[in-house]
């Protein structure tokens, strides 16, 4: 379960669905997909017609096979996005600051209070903490904001057809058409991302099928209505079957010591905190951490920032997607909504030498001259870009796209 969740999950980091990381309500000026139109295809139709008695040798009965591709049709924009998928190269510091930022911290916080009494009842019956259920969905779909209207099967049928990863899709494929056959939803209904991530929570169809509860009681297991319940408890189930430890912190931002071996970094090394803290390392008021088991050391972004002593739930969040961004924003984000501080660690310059105050004080500068940056997080994506390219072009400098500390000095001195 875990390869066929990270192989799709991987496939939209990559593809910017999750912009700077993990989820689908993750991305540089978050904004929703646009809507895909079906367009005629007699190959994608004669693919179909081989894919039935695949189907039907799979336990899917006719009519719901039937039902479920009456309105299905090849999306065109679902292979564009396959094929244009770019290398996923956002830092921690991106990451951080779009999935624990203080509108996503605030927004959180409002959805625990908001529903507050069902993820008590989910907490004690799966053991795992409200906050963290929160900061998976906060990750994956903005608290539900951005769960995606892709028709799952137009997609999934689309990317089967197409042949790359043709066997993955077709088995995600089958899965939607078992979640149809058993009534949990219908085929206007069962949509999410273009790459088959649906609900909530994102759940890729297999995922589906082997975690998803029905916590409400009403019959269905519906993790793509309004009401998150069933998602939120389907998350906190697909956790607690990968072993989450109630109480157990996922990790705790450190101090290293002065020389600190970097060798000794990653989740390949575990000691315990005991052993850790004989070496040197300390919590970030300079405290023995506790011992709350085996425990790595990580330094996404090398010894010049923050580092995390992590522990086995690191290890089991890595079940759910095995981006090492992904589990420091749900657990960083996780921390935020119980009330704990930013990362404390200072961040080092990025490849041109700029701070993250260098490249919000350049969006700054860039909105006061009148181009859109989409925002003054810091992170810089295609809005910053395309901002940056009308200036230079609007005032004869080679259009490059990119941040740098002189047009910075250029732009206000």
Avoid at 258 to 286: E, K, Y
Wanted: hydrophobic share 40%.
């Amino acid at each position: 379960m875990q390869a066929t969740r990270r192989a799709v999950m991987l496939g939209l980091l990559a593809a910017g669905l999750a912009g700077c990381g993990g989820g689908f309500g993750i991305g540089p000026g978050a904004a929703p997909e646009p809507a895909m139109r079906a367009v005629p295809n007699p190959a994608w139709n004669a693919w179909v017609a081989g894919f039935r008695p695949r189907a039907l040798g799979a336990g899917i009965d006719p009519g719901t096979f039937d039902r479920a591709f009456r309105s299905a049709g090849f999306l065109p924009d679902v292979i564009e996005r396959d094929r244009n998928q770019t290398e996923f190269t956002r830092t921690t510091e991106d990451y951080l600051s779009i999935a624990a930022s203080e509108e996503r911290v605030s927004l959180g916080r409002a959805a625990l209070a908001r529903h507050a009494g069902v993820l008590s009842q989910i907490e004690s019956r799966y053991g795992v903490e409200a906050e963290v259920v929160t900061a998976v969905w906060g990750v994956e779909s903005r608290y539900g904001e951005r769960r995606g209207d892709v028709p799952i099967v137009s997609a999934l049928s689309t990317l089967a057809f197409e042949g790359r990863r043709g066997a993955f899709f077709e088995s995600q494929l089958i899965a939607a058409l078992k979640i149809l056959q058993s009534g949990d939803t219908d085929p206007a209904h069962l949509t999410g991302s273009w790459a088959g991530a649906m609900g909530h929570t994102q759940f890729i169809p297999t995922s589906y099928l082997a975690y998803a509860v029905d916590f409400n009681g009403d019959g269905r297991r519906d993790i793509w209505s309004d009401d998150p319940t069933d998602a939120l408890a389907s998350a906190a189930a697909y956790l607690s079957r990968s072993g989450w430890r109630r109480g157990q912190p996922w990790g705790v931002e450190v101090q290293l010591p002065a020389g600190f071996n970097s060798g000794l970094a990653g989740r390949g090394t575990t000691r315990s905190p005991a052993a850790w803290t004989a070496m040197g390392v300390r919590d970030m008021d300079g405290r023995a951490v506790p011992d709350h088991g085996a425990a790595s050391i990580l330094i996404p972004m090398g010894l010049a920032g923050p580092a995390f002593m992590v522990f086995r739930n690191f290890t089991v969040i890595t079940r759910y997607n095995n981006a090492e961004n992904y589990v420091i924003g749900v657990g960083h984000l996780s921390d935020r909504l119980r009330g704990g501080p930013p990362i404390r660690g200072r961040f080092p310059p990025d490849a041109r030498g700029m701070t993250k105050a260098d490249r919000q004080e350049l969006q700054r500068r860039l909105t006061s001259a009148g181009y859109d940056t989409g925002g003054t997080d810091g992170v810089v994506g295609s809005k910053t870009e395309a901002a940056i390219s009308a200036y230079e072009a609007a005032n004869g400098l080679p259009v490059t796209g990119q941040p740098s500390i002189p047009l910075l000095r250029r732009l206000g001195g």
